[in-house]
């Protein structure tokens, strides 16, 4: 090769270091095949020389290209180029060798395809008010006071918070929440919390130590679709108990159990969100909540008591967990900082049976080897300070508020008696039905887009398909002065969905 290639692409004021601007302009030269392979590149001193640079500067071009698998050499023999695949470009691929959607199960496929829902209706003129997502208003995040809390803890602790850290997740901040549970008479220690990454993955870990593919799982119907959707990847057969005014039927579920009891078939676990349950919004009463603890008892049936939503209650009495009643260790509490504080921390926990909460850690390094340290110690700084009790009162406070104005002008603006919904007691969410067939319900939601208003489709929330046609708006993350404008598109496009079908 000759030096002089090289040397009217050497731009000493650039940017580019030279040594990488020899790396592109070979690759350039390669790719075009204006170097061929087996063509010969000088020695490193000879064009060091050459281009008046050090030696050093093309011995590290040298060893990149090398790397990159653009050269080939061998001690006392010559560099060369090499001949390798082409770089892929995207408007150069051929179709995929592998049909990748052959792989994928088919009951996974359906799970997959149930989770995404893209709209074909018309687009509205102006913002989509998007009602079908349960993310939290961030204009509220306390920002300023965590970021002191995270400086805080990289200016006190040593290097090692940035390592790996306790495989049950943080011990101070375990310690801290063991304490906040007795706020809801749950009495656990600190070995028996396990933080995870969110709520979602104390359920999959739970999943993964007690069940197998076909085993039988229970839960409400409708009842958390995420949820659902995870147990069904897992390729469990989930029988949904429907739910009542009051909660979960509890008789339906006896006769459930009996009926397994009777084929020689029983039920491995029982997952419930008792409190501000998704996606209808109830909340059920304690004499409820002991009904469920002592069937769970009669059939030594685990409960996962998911509490997503424990601490946002800001209308009526707080009616105390499954697990604050559990004597004989059966209850799974899965608790979460991402629906009160902010959802990116990430950070959930399980409070159960000691010896279990071992397994479970065990599952968990399986697939990720620890937790995030740094996270976990700024939240502990930040709620041992008592800035968290403050926050607290702070959002009920704010969404108290928001949900108040959201159920007025629910009462001002959904009046059709083909249309039913209830207030919430807390939360953010309403559960609305019509008495309009299921297979109508793609059609309602791309009225309410095309209204302006998006929703989320009720189906996705049931185990067996309903009858009719239900939908669940969640009004956390909108703004104030946008809430009378959305619920009032919304009853338009409800109404507009009733007369096509009266």
């Known amino acids: 090769m000759r030096c002089n290639l090289l040397t009217p692409f050497l731009k000493r004021k650039d940017n580019v270091p030279i040594y990488k601007q020899i790396v592109n302009h070979i690759i350039n030269l390669a790719e075009k095949n204006i170097l061929q392979p087996g063509d010969v590149l000088p020695p490193s001193r000879q064009l060091a020389q050459k281009l008046s640079i050090s030696r050093y500067t093309v011995t590290q071009a040298y060893e990149e290209l090398w790397a990159k698998g653009y050269l080939e ?20 691929r051929n179709k995929n060798r592998i049909d990748f959607s052959s792989l994928i199960p088919d009951e996974k496929k359906d799970i997959l395809d149930s989770l995404t829902y893209s709209n074909d209706g018309n687009v509205y003129k102006n913002k989509i008010i998007d009602f079908s997502v349960m993310n939290l208003d961030s204009s509220l995040f306390p920002v300023e006071n965590f970021r002191k809390s995270m400086n805080e803890i990289l200016r006190k602790f040593d290097p090692d918070i940035l390592n790996y850290g306790n495989n049950r997740g943080f011990t101070q901040l375990r310690e801290w929440i063991s304490k906040r549970m007795q706020f809801y008479s749950i009495d656990v220690t600190t070995d028996e919390i396990l933080l995870t990454n969110g709520i979602s993955q104390g359920l999959d870990l739970l999943l993964k130590l007690f069940t197998e593919r076909g085993d039988i799982v229970l839960t409400e119907s409708p009842g958390y679709r995420i949820a659902i ?61 002991e009904k469920l603890l002592e069937l769970c008892y009669e059939f030594s049936l685990p409960i996962i008591e998911d509490s997503f939503e424990e601490e946002i209650n800001y209308f009526d009495k707080m009616v105390l967990p499954i697990k604050s009643m559990d ?10 900082f991402s629906k009160i504080l902010f959802p990116g921390l990430r950070t959930g926990w399980i409070a159960g049976e000691k010896s279990c909460i071992k397994k479970l850690t065990t599952i968990k390094q399986i697939s990720n080897l620890s937790g995030n340290p740094l996270n976990h110690a700024a939240l502990f700084e930040y709620c041992k300070s008592g800035q968290y009790e403050t926050f607290i009162k702070k959002a009920n406070k704010f969404y108290s508020y ?43 939601l791309n009225i309410c887009e095309k209204n302006g208003v998006k929703v989320a489709a009720g189906s996705d929330f049931f185990i067996q398909k309903p009858k009719n046609t239900y939908i669940r708006i969640c009004i956390s993350s909108i ?18 969905f009733l007369v096509k079908h009266s």
């Open 402 to 444: 928001k949900m108040s104005m959201a159920i007025s002008f629910m009462k001002k603006y959904i009046k059709n008696p083909e249309i039913e919904w209830a207030e919430p007691s807390g939360g953010y969410i309403f559960w609305i039905k019509t008495k309009i067939d299921r297979s109508h319900e793609k059609e309602l």
């Open 327 to 336: 004597e004989s260790q059966i209850v799974f509490y899965l608790g979460t």
């Open 479 to 496: 703004a104030e002065n946008e809430i009378e404008d959305g619920i009032s598109r919304l009853s338009v496009a409800l109404n507009e």
């Open 73 to 92: 050499s061998s001690q006392g023999a010559y560099t060369k180029i090499r001949k390798r695949p082409s770089i892929s470009r995207i408007e150069n």
């Open 229 to 289: 959707s995870l147990m069904k990847f897992h390729g469990l057969n989930v029988i949904g108990i429907p739910v009542k005014e009051d909660g979960m039927d509890l008789k339906f579920l006896r006769d459930v159990l009996e009926k397994l009891i009777k084929n020689e078939r029983t039920a491995k676990l029982i997952y419930t969100v008792p409190t501000f349950h998704n996606p209808t919004g109830i909340t059920t009463g304690q004499r409820h909540r």
